[in-house]
């Protein structure tokens, strides 16, 4: 399943972030990429290592903790920090799949890669080409979003970028382990996630339909997930 998650950044934070990037140390996107996914990436990547980037970085990891959106479709139990790319003129990423295992940097802590999210920060004005091709279980599906919106998708999934013919194409990228490594697991909770939410609306937290099924949503949690 692939998740919209807009808004996770608003206007003005998408342009402070810019602000820095514009004067960030930008790398070929080669460093950091996979023996098969070598070959076909042609982009440029913030170095991880700059203070700056960091800082970037952390400030998405707060944003995105104030997203109850987020934690509900993802259950992150460890997110990779952030980071940041950005797509020029005849830049393009061909169909690959993310590494399964990445290590966390700095740290001795691997992470299984069940989501994969992509942040944008450029309007889709600003840039053609540049879409994220996800290929699901069923079809191919073309994601290009505005400015500070998400998509999160499996990470087992193939994709690439489709060339960019105008302008820069700029995003944050990053994975997540969630505490439920089922995909199909993390949809159901998710879905009667969301069905709680839209009965608490229209009923009021304290309906019992609404305890009901809260009741049965962390039931279910207790058995699913991992800590
Ligand atoms: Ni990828």
Redesign the pocket.
Known sequence: MIIVIPQVLNLDQVKQMRQHMDQANWQDGRNTAGTQ?IGNKHNQQLDQDDPLTQQLADFILAALARQPEFVAAALPLKILPPMFNRYRQGET?GL???NAIRLIPGSATRLRTDL?ATLFLAEQNEYEGGELEIEDQYDTQRIKLDAGDMVLYPSTSL?RITPVTRGQRLAA?FWIQSMVRQHEQRQALYQLDNTIRSLTTDLGQDAKPVLDLTQVYHKLLRQLADT
């Open positions: 996914a990423y690959h799949v993310d994969s994709h990228f």
